[in-house]
């Protein structure tokens, strides 16, 4: 088993996802002498740099040529080596999509993607840095693991569960400081499982990264507010993703939204209707994301209101969902 890590809830304060992580990869260096760590010229922007400062002949540098990254990458992992990679997510989901395609997942390598300034987190820098496509990308890909942690302390898990994990792993983070969710490591990290977050019975909240906050904060106004009980799952792992929890969630409350910084089409959203759409039964459903569109320019926390995946836009879209009329009878065998 992995240390726990070395600092605090109250540190994670004033430290980004990529600066965990990076703790956290330096600590699994020391157990793991088969890691490496690889940078397309961004080491202090993700944070990698911080095991090539600690494990300098382990730290690969390729300069800006992303895909020469993951092509490096792929033949490391056939070497016997453990690969770790980062850059952002727009150069790793697109610039570099058919080396992670071909190279990593077709040959089903075990190197290990951390995608850096993920969804809109980057959001000033427009379009060329923004990345809200790549969820659908990823999890199209055979032999694919798709993480995208809700902050810090969760990356942390997220990390470490990866190295232990076989075949590719694609762990999507922010760009920078996304506020702190869980108080501790200990909740029951694994991949492919969720974690329930608020009980509910009305309507269930099926989020991840940033929106998972923002999701349980809506709950609890909600249910002082409007008196309605509201579950909330955080669903970290979009691939392989938890279809037990999904079903469980339609059956219980029959009425389910989804919230991730991501295009509505073929991210968390997709996968959950995918799941709902092959059980055959039938629920009120909506799908909360950008919409079809390329993201607007503009800081995170102003894009996150926008599109409605701040507390305020989950609490509309809770009430709006809940003023719907649906048939809420059991039997299932006319929806079939």
Same mark, same amino acid.
């Given at each position: 088993?992995?240390?726990?890590?070395?600092?605090?809830?109250?540190?994670?304060?004033?430290?980004?996802?990529?600066?965990?992580?990076?703790?956290?990869?330096?600590?699994?260096?020391?157990?793991?002498?088969?890691?490496?760590?690889?940078?397309?010229?961004?080491?202090?922007?993700?944070?990698?740099?911080?095991?090539?400062?600690?494990?300098?002949?382990?730290?690969?540098?390729?300069?800006? #040529?992303?895909?020469?990254?993951?092509?490096?990458?792929?033949?490391?992992?056939?070497?016997?080596?453990?690969?770790?990679?980062?850059?952002?997510?727009?150069?790793?989901?697109?610039?570099?999509?058919?080396?992670?395609?071909?190279?990593?997942?077709?040959?089903?390598?075990?190197?290990?993607?951390?995608?850096?300034?993920?969804?809109?987190?980057?959001?000033?820098?427009?379009?060329?840095?923004?990345?809200?496509?790549?969820?659908?990308?990823?999890?199209?890909? #055979?032999?694919?693991?798709?993480?995208?942690?809700?902050?810090?302390?969760?990356?942390?898990?997220?990390?470490?569960?990866?190295?232990?994990?076989?075949?590719?792993?694609?762990?999507?983070?922010?760009?920078?400081?996304?506020?702190?969710?869980?108080?501790?490591?200990?909740?029951?990290?694994?991949?492919?499982?969720?974690?329930?977050?608020?009980?509910?019975?009305?309507?269930?909240?099926?989020?991840?990264?940033?929106?998972?906050?923002?999701?349980?904060?809506?709950?609890?106004?909600?249910?002082?507010?409007?008196?309605?009980?509201?579950?909330?799952?955080?669903?970290?792992?979009?691939?392989?993703?938890?279809?037990?929890?999904?079903?469980?969630?339609?059956?219980?409350?029959?009425?389910?939204?989804?919230?991730?910084?991501?295009?509505?089409?073929?991210?968390?959203?997709?996968?959950?209707?995918?799941?709902?759409?092959?059980?055959?039964?039938?629920?009120?459903?909506?799908?909360?994301?950008?919409?079809?569109?390329?993201?607007?320019?503009?800081?995170?926390?102003?894009?996150?209101?926008?599109?409605?995946?701040?507390?305020?836009?989950?609490?509309?879209?809770?009430?709006?969902?809940?003023?719907?009329?649906?048939?809420?009878?059991?039997?299932?065998?006319?929806?079939?």
């Amino acid at each position: 088993m992995s240390e726990g890590l070395t600092w605090t809830v109250y540190d994670a304060d004033t430290m980004t996802q990529a600066e965990i992580y990076g703790e956290v990869l330096c600590q699994l260096g020391e157990q793991h002498p088969e890691i490496v760590a690889l940078s397309a010229d961004m080491a202090n922007s993700t944070k990698i740099g911080r095991f090539g400062k600690k494990f300098p002949e382990r730290f690969f540098n390729v300069g800006i #040529a992303e895909q020469n990254l993951f092509g490096v990458a792929a033949g490391m992992a056939k070497s016997g080596l453990t690969p770790v990679v980062s850059t952002m997510a727009a150069f790793t989901a697109m610039r570099a999509c058919e080396q992670v395609r071909t190279d990593i997942c077709y040959q089903n390598l075990n190197c290990k993607i951390i995608a850096t300034h993920g969804g809109s987190s980057f959001g000033q820098a427009g379009t060329t840095h923004h990345c809200t496509e790549d969820l659908s990308i990823m999890r199209s890909f #055979a032999n694919m693991t798709v993480i995208v942690p809700a902050d810090g302390i969760e990356t942390a898990n997220a990390v470490r569960a990866a190295i232990d994990w076989p075949g590719p792993v694609y762990i999507r983070i922010g760009r920078g400081f996304e506020p702190p969710f869980y108080e501790s490591e200990d909740y029951g990290f694994a991949i492919g499982k969720s974690v329930e977050l608020h009980p509910g019975t009305d309507v269930t909240l099926i989020c991840c990264g940033i929106a998972v906050l923002q999701a349980v904060e809506a709950a609890k106004f909600l249910q002082a507010n409007d008196d309605l009980s509201v579950r909330v799952i955080n669903m970290h792992t979009i691939k392989p993703i938890d279809e037990a929890a999904i079903l469980s969630a339609v059956t219980d409350t029959r009425r389910l939204i989804t919230f991730e910084d991501h295009n509505v089409h073929g991210g968390l959203g997709s996968a959950v209707a995918d799941v709902i759409a092959a059980s055959g039964k039938g629920c009120a459903f909506e799908k909360v994301g950008i919409p079809d569109c390329f993201c607007e320019v503009g800081y995170p926390e102003d894009l996150y209101s926008h599109y409605k995946l701040d507390t305020d836009g989950i609490v509309e879209k809770v009430r709006e969902v809940m003023g719907r009329d649906f048939e809420e009878d059991d039997d299932w065998e006319d929806e079939v």
